[in-house]
């Protein structure tokens, strides 16, 4: 049993020590807000994405089936030679696939796009393990020479860790006002994955082609053959100024422009030149064209037959950007064939979808 001191003690005033540990007491408190905090910040920088969710389905046009001509004589070697492709009828998304309509599919399905994911090791020996962070491609403006080195890639490209179709110039940015916009950064994997959620497919390069003529006859533009701008009046969203310098923006628009911002083309489709490179169900064979079966080609079975320099298979893109600039890449028109590998994603890459 403790004895009683047998005077009391004054009490003493509060010790450092003691106001330290009032500290303690409050550290887990502020650890916890500090916590939902970052959280909140956290939660709305995603939700700026998913709160564009639109849940109204594409509008589509039917397209008549028919023959026409495929290809071009005037251009690279793999869109020789021009060559009688007949295409049975189907429906096309009018718009490439937007901001809202890709929030919509994620919303409902929780789906990770390629770009949000940490990339597979195996596919990048020599990188860091650590340092590993999912990337996708983004457009940044240089002043350099247009023409390099066999080889060597466009230095205007860079890895952003964090730019995805929600951060579509980096982590920084976000999809505020961008619900018309069409969705990019999109990997074929992504453009696949959606396009069977909504019950429809990726077009074949033979129907995408036939679908951006909209009915003319071996023309040049998906709109005849006047330029893009002739007489002032801007028919696609493309590249003007100095590329890969300085985009004037004469066609109204510097980058991205929100779907249906240029008149559409006989068939009522927007956008099928310029703005959004869009995905094609075909693997890529640039001698597809010799050999190709007349009706509803598909493609070659495999992406073997691709890209020398190029061990990855490549998949179909078609219709050019907003980076076309006639002096470089001049593939806005519905001849013009592109591929890239089917993991990769950009900033002026996304989809459209048939059935
Ligand atoms: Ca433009």
Redesign the pocket.
């Known amino acids: 049993m403790s004895k009683k001191p047998k005077h009391s003690v004054p009490a003493a005033p509060a010790a450092p020590s003691s106001r330290a540990s009032k500290l303690w007491f409050a550290l887990p408190a502020l650890l916890v807000i500090l916590i939902a905090a970052l959280v909140a910040v956290g939660w709305q920088r995603e939700d700026v994405a998913l709160r564009q969710a639109d849940p109204t389905p594409p509008e589509m046009v039917p397209i008549p089936g028919g023959t026409f001509w495929m290809g071009r004589d005037d251009g690279p070697d793999d869109e020789r030679p021009v060559h009688e492709v007949t295409v049975a009828p189907f429906q096309m998304d009018v718009t490439e696939v937007t901001v809202g309509q890709f929030a919509a599919f994620v919303k409902a399905t929780g789906y990770v796009t390629v770009a949000e994911r940490k990339p597979d090791l195996q596919k990048y020996p020599n990188a860091d393990p650590l340092k590993l962070e999912p990337f996708s491609a983004v457009f940044v403006p240089m002043d350099v020479p247009l023409h390099r080195p066999r080889g060597e890639p466009p230095p205007w490209w860079r890895y952003v860790p964090g730019a995805n179709w929600r951060h579509p110039e980096g982590p920084k940015t976000d999809l505020k006002g961008k619900k018309n916009y069409p969705a990019v950064h999109i990997c074929w994997e992504d453009a696949d994955a959606y396009a069977k959620w909504a019950g429809k497919r990726l077009p074949t390069e033979a129907e995408w082609e036939w679908a951006a003529r909209g009915g003319l006859d071996r023309k040049r533009y998906c709109w005849g053959d006047q330029p893009n701008g002739d007489g002032g009046v801007w028919r696609a ?4 100024g100095r590329f890969p310098a300085e ?1 004037s ?7 991205l ?1 929100p779907v249906k911002s240029y008149p559409p083309n006989g068939y009522g489709l927007y956008d099928m030149s ?1 703005n959004a490179w869009e995905w094609c169900s075909d693997w890529y064979d640039p001698k597809y064209y010799v050999h190709s079966p007349k009706d509803n080609p598909k493609g070659p079975d495999d992406g073997t037959r691709g890209v020398e320099d190029e061990p990855q298979p490549q998949k179909v893109r078609r219709g050019g950007s ?1 980076l076309c600039a006639d002096e470089y890449c001049y593939r806005y028109i519905p001849a013009a064939r592109d591929k890239n590998p089917p993991d990769s994603s950009a900033n002026h890459t996304g989809f459209r979808c048939v059935k």
């Open positions: 969203n493309a590249f003007q985009d923006g004469a066609d109204g628009f510097a980058g422009a310029g907003f």
